[in-house]
């Protein structure tokens, strides 16, 4: 079983094909209304090839590379979360029929998924999933259904994203565990990818396709790639005693003057790959049936901490801040580890750019350099 290989473009269409031919449902990225999605990938040719991405706060757009690069972008507004964690399920629906009701529990049988082009900071952010769903007292089983036996091809990031900043949160850019092959597009007119293993039905995979041995040009020329990522991270975080810094500045003025930007419309929550809130939902039809949905929920809504009487949270400053503190401060005490894994889509896809690096650093107290005498 080969630990590394390099594959061609064509070993890439073989690794899709294989893939498709086990039985899995490959989702992978895509150029798709003007933005890079996951969705449905048949072959190599949905691929994103020569487009990349340009990302500051509250902003995202596509343009073309000077090559043809097939992942050649950052990451764009959807995560892996989407698949796993659906945005909508409904849990069961019930039925008038002559005999009383009949209830329909559970969803159809899960997808048996393929994930291709997972950047090291996704991986972390389904780790850190896993823990929330799977780790616990109670099993997500739904979750559980889609999670196990999902096939994991990673992509070692060949671009910095402008609101990027994984190497602070030790996520990235390069997949060092939770993957089944790790791909890193190397550079050159050829579009060559050095293929690692990371389990043994990985290697056993990588086995089937047709490739050629990596020498250790290429495993040098790949470090190249992804040491040349890491130096040029878009954002930057210091997250030292981050947690402490955060519980001890609830009324520090900053969440005042950043809830005078924030629309509470919970964009943030939406596109970030860690959060996991939800809202069970009713419904009901003319025709006598009734629906229980679970759907995605933020602690930016107002009926997100109601208790009888009222929201606990009634003011934007109080839910940016439950959510700040959370994410980079209160999740270690519940999951063992930071809740942001330095994606950066929160500060992309916030409409007024509001940014989680700059809040966190605007927070901490400025260093004054003592003059010598």
Request: hydrophobic letters at 35%; proline letters at 5%.
């Amino acid at each position: 079983m080969p630990e590394t290989a390099l594959l061609s473009l064509d070993g890439l269409e073989a690794l899709i094909a294989a893939l498709r031919r086990d039985g899995y449902r490959v989702v992978g990225p895509k150029l798709q209304d003007a933005a890079i999605v996951y969705d449905d990938i048949e072959s190599s040719a949905d691929l994103p090839a020569g487009w990349t991405d340009a990302q500051d706060g509250g902003t995202y757009r596509v343009e073309r590379r000077q090559d043809e690069a097939r992942f050649g972008y950052a990451v764009g507004p959807h995560s892996w979360k989407g698949s796993l964690h659906p945005a909508r399920l409904r849990l069961w629906r019930a039925e008038k029929t002559a005999d009383g009701v009949q209830v329909t529990s559970d969803p159809g049988p899960a997808p048996k998924f393929a994930f291709l082009g997972v950047r090291s900071c996704d991986l972390h952010a389904i780790a850190t999933q896993d823990k929330v769903f799977l780790a616990g007292l109670q099993v997500d089983p739904h979750y559980q259904a889609r999670r196990n036996g999902a096939f994991i091809v990673a992509v070692n990031c060949g671009v910095a994203g402008g609101t990027c900043f994984c190497v602070s949160m030790g996520t990235g850019p390069k997949a060092k565990s939770g993957y089944d092959i790790a791909l890193t597009e190397l550079p050159g007119a050829e579009h060559r990818f050095l293929a690692e293993s990371g389990s043994a039905r990985g290697a056993a995979l990588l086995a089937t396709i047709p490739s050629t041995g990596a020498s250790s040009q290429h495993v040098a020329a790949a470090d190249s790639v992804v040491a040349h990522t890491a130096a040029r991270m878009g954002r930057t975080i210091d997250t030292h005693d981050l947690p402490i810094l955060l519980s001890s500045n609830l009324d520090h003025p900053r969440w005042d003057a950043v809830a005078e930007r924030c629309l509470g419309c919970g964009n943030c929550t939406l596109v970030c790959p860690t959060c996991f809130c939800t809202s069970v939902e009713d419904t009901s039809d003319l025709a006598g049936g009734a629906e229980r949905s679970r759907r995605w929920d933020s602690c930016f809504t107002m009926d997100f901490s109601y208790v009888h009487g009222g929201s606990v949270r009634g003011s934007t400053k109080s839910r940016y801040r439950q959510w700040m503190t959370h994410k980079l401060g209160t999740w270690w005490d519940q999951f063992d580890s930071s809740g942001c894994v330095g994606c950066g889509r929160c500060i992309t896809w916030c409409p007024v750019g509001i940014d989680i690096t700059e809040e966190a650093a605007a927070i901490r107290p400025r260093r004054v350099a003592k003059e010598e005498p």
